[in-house]
């Protein structure tokens, strides 16, 4: 069996299957994107409701989509501007952006470590001083740190979900950056 045989088929050739009917490709975009998409979306929303309204809405969106999908940008980076883009009409609905959570800290989740009770509290306490400071970025710089960090995509891909240029999306990720470390570094 070949090295090829056992690669998993791109994203692309995956849409591009499923365009033609194949359900079958859907199943694994799908189960590929499903937990960083949701994630994301989470992160951008703070409500669990609303972050499950918005995901089932992206792939509604995908789905219908499907017929004229061309291969011009990677897969996952039209996934997200899907998303960035269902996103921003909520923020313009609401006529705001999403603010500061006052509650934050109550959001925060504990994960579980096996280490000692003053281990464990001090990395709770890192992780939510981390949350903290990331809630309070302005929304622009998160979603690129956010897209950067977890998503894994480069500047190029980020410039092409948010819509801005790549030194546009440099700028602030480094201006994220420099506030994450101002923040924890209090």
Known sequence: M?????????DETLMLAYAAGDASAFE??????????????????RDAAMADEFFQDTWQRVIAARQG???EAAFGTWLYRIAHNRLNDHWRALKHRPATPE??????????????PERQLSEFEQ??????AMDELPPEQREVLLLRLEQ?????EIGEI???GRETVKS???????????????
Request: charged share 35%; proline share 7%; hydrophobic share 35%.
């Open 2 to 10: 070949a090295v090829n045989d056992l690669a998993e088929p791109a």
């Open 28 to 45: 694994q975009l799908y189960a590929r994107h499903r937990g960083p998409l949701y994630r994301f979306l989470l992160r951008h929303l």
């Open 69 to 71: 999908w061309k291969p």
């Open 103 to 116: 509650d934050a800290e109550a959001r925060t989740e504990r994960v579980p470590d096996p280490d000692t």
């Open 127 to 132: 992780r939510r001083r981390l949350q903290v």
């Open 152 to 156: 894994e995509l480069t500047l190029e």
């Open 162 to 164: 948010t819509g801005v």
């Open 172 to 186: 602030r990720l480094r201006y994220a950056m420099d506030r994450l470390r101002s923040r924890l570094n209090e």
